[in-house]
C-alpha cells in the first residue's frame, strides 16, 4: 500500500508539476547533493538500534562518505543546489544497514535492525511526500479560500495581523522565532531520541512515540489542504515572502497594519507556485504533538517542549502564515491524531473510539463553519470567539482525561509495618 501511495505521488509530480516525484528524489539523492538534515535526523533515529560502538562506526562512516563526495565534487566543479554540499554519507549508512540486516542478520536482530532503518527512512520519505503534496496543491487548486478564513478570523479579533505588528516591533526576538519554526523537526528528533533511548538495550521499540503521531499528521494533513486551500495572511493580505505570491496576486496589501474589511467572502484565483497549506496549520499541529510527547521526559525536555509550542504559535501568527482559526483547527487536528494512533496501540476501547470521533466531529465542524458562516461569526465575535476557544478546549479536556486512564496506575506503598517493641528481659 506505502509503495502504490509513493508510486501515485510520482506520477501526479509528473502529471502536474513536470518534475520529479518522492521516489526519483530519493533515488537521486545517493549520488547527487541531498539536503542533509533530513538525513543526518534519519540516521540518528536508526542508530537508536545500534550499540555505542556501532553508533560511532555509522557516524564515521557517515562522515568518511561525506568527505569523499565533498573531495569529488570540488574536483569536478560541480555546483551543489541550495548550496548543500553534504548529506549522502547518512543516505549511504542507512542503506548499508539494511543490507547488513538482510544479509548479516537473523531473527530478532534482522527485524530489530530492518525497523530501525524503515524508522529513519520513513522521516526522509515523509518530507518528500510532504513537498510533493505541496507542489499538487498548488497546481491542481487555482483558487484559494483565505477571505473566507479572513473574515472568520474576526470572530478571534484577527491575531495574525495583532502578531504581526507586534513581531516587527520585537528586533531579535523575530530572529529567535524565524529559527523556531525552521527547526521544528530539530525538536522532534530530540524527543524522539529520548523516548527512543532504551531501544538497544531492551531490543525492542515502545508501543507509541512521537514519530508516529509525527509521520500520520504529515501524511493526512495534506488531503485537509486539498479540500480547504488556503496560502495565509501574508500571501492573500501581503506582501508575499520568498520570491513567491506578492502584491500582484494579493486580495489587497494590508497585512500587518490594516485587518481586512468585513465583506462576503468569495474564492480568489491565484499562482501556481505557493503551496495552499494553512488549513489546519500543521505547525502547530506538530508542535502540540512535541508538547505532549516531551510532558514524561526530564525538566529540562518539558521546558523545551513547552518553549517550542509557544514559539511556534507566536511565529505562525507573527510571519503571517497562519490566521488563528488555522491554529485552532491545527490543535484539534493533532489531538485528534494522537489519540487514534495512542487507541490503534492500545487496542480500541469504548473512550477511545469516543475521543476520536469526538475530535474529529469538532474539526469537521470548524472547516464547515469556516465556509459557510463566516459572516455570522465576523459580525458576532463576542459569540463565536468563545465558542471556537470552547470548542478547542473540550478536545484538550477530553484529551487529558482520556489519556489519564489509560494511564497504568501505580499502586501506594504501603508503609512497612513496625515490628512491636519486645518486652525487657530482667
Not at 555505542?52 to 557516524?59: D, G, K, L, N
Not at 515572502?241 to 500582484?248: F, I, P, Y
Request: aromatic share 10%; hydrophobic share 50%.
Amino acid at each position: 500500500m506505502a509503495l502504490g501511495f509513493l508510486i501515485m505521488l510520482e506520477i501526479v509530480a509528473r502529471r502536474y508539476g513536470g518534475v520529479p516525484g518522492p521516489m526519483t528524489n530519493q533515488v537521486r539523492e545517493v549520488i547527487f547533493a541531498p539536503k542533509p538534515g533530513p538525513l543526518y535526523a534519519g540516521m540518528a533515529l536508526m542508530m537508536v538500534v545500534l550499540t555505542w560502538r556501532q553508533r560511532f562506526i555509522a557516524a564515521g562512516a557517515a562522515i568518511g562518505i561525506d568527505v569523499v563526495f565533498v573531495l569529488v565534487r570540488w574536483a569536478v566543479g560541480a555546483k551543489a543546489p541550495e548550496g548543500h554540499f553534504f548529506g549522502n554519507g547518512a543516505l549511504w549508512v542507512l542503506l548499508g544497514c539494511a543490507v547488513i540486516a538482510i544479509t548479516r542478520r537473523t531473527g530478532r536482530e534482522r527485524v530489530l535492525l530492518l525497523k530501525g532503518v524503515g524508522l529513519g527512512l520513513l522521516l526522509v520519505a515523509g518530507r518528500k511526500i510532504g513537498d510533493t503534496w505541496l507542489l499538487i496543491t498548488s497546481k491542481t487548486r487555482p483558487a484559494v479560500l483565505d477571505p473566507y478564513l479572513a473574515t472568520a478570523d474576526h470572530a478571534l479579533g484577527n491575531p495574525s495581523w495583532l502578531a504581526g505588528r507586534i513581531l516587527r516591533a520585537s528586533g531579535p526576538i523575530a530572529t529567535l522565532l524565524d529559527v523556531v519554526y525552521a527547526q521544528l523537526a530539530v525538536a522532534a528528533v530530540v524527543v524522539a531520541l529520548y523516548q527512543l533511548r532504551n531501544v538497544a538495550a531492551e531490543r525492542r521499540f515502545p508501543r507509541h512515540h512521537l514519530v508516529r503521531t509525527f509521520l500520520v499528521i504529515g501524511l493526512l494533513g495534506p488531503a485537509i489542504y486539498m479540500i480547504f486551500p488556503v496560502v495565509g495572511p501574508i500571501f492573500a493580505y501581503g506582501p508575499g515572502t520568498s520570491g513567491t505570491g506578492g502584491v500582484q496576486w494579493a486580495v489587497a496589501n494590508l497585512w500587518p497594519h490594516t485587518p481586512p474589511p468585513i465583506h462576503t467572502p468569495h474564492p480568489v484565483p491565484y499562482d501556481a507556485i505557493t503551496p495552499r497549506n494553512c488549513m489546519p496549520s500543521l505547525h502547530t499541529a506538530w508542535a502540540t504533538a512535541i508538547f505532549i510527547h516531551s510532558r514524561k521526559g526530564p525538566r529540562i525536555l518539558r521546558f523545551a517542549g513547552a518553549f517550542w509550542l509557544i514559539a511556534t504559535l507566536s511565529a505562525t501568527l507573527g510571519f503571517g502564515y497562519h490566521y488563528g482559526v488555522d491554529l485552532v483547527a491545527g490543535v484539534v487536528f493533532a489531538l485528534t491524531i494522537e489519540a487514534a494512533v495512542r487507541s490503534f496501540d492500545r487496542g480500541w476501547d469504548r473512550q477511545g473510539i469516543q475521543l476520536v470521533a469526538y475530535g474529529t466531529t469538532v474539526f469537521a465542524a470548524l472547516l464547515v463553519s469556516y465556509r459557510y458562516l463566516p459572516m455570522e461569526m465576523a459580525q458576532h465575535p463576542w459569540v463565536f470567539g468563545p465558542l471556537l476557544i470552547l470548542a478547542m478546549a473540550s478536545v484538550v479536556y477530553g484529551f487529558v482525561r482520556t489519556t489519564e486512564r489509560w494511564e497504568p496506575k501505580t499502586p501506594k506503598a504501603t508503609p512497612a509495618r513496625q515490628p512491636e517493641p519486645q518486652p525487657e528481659l530482667v
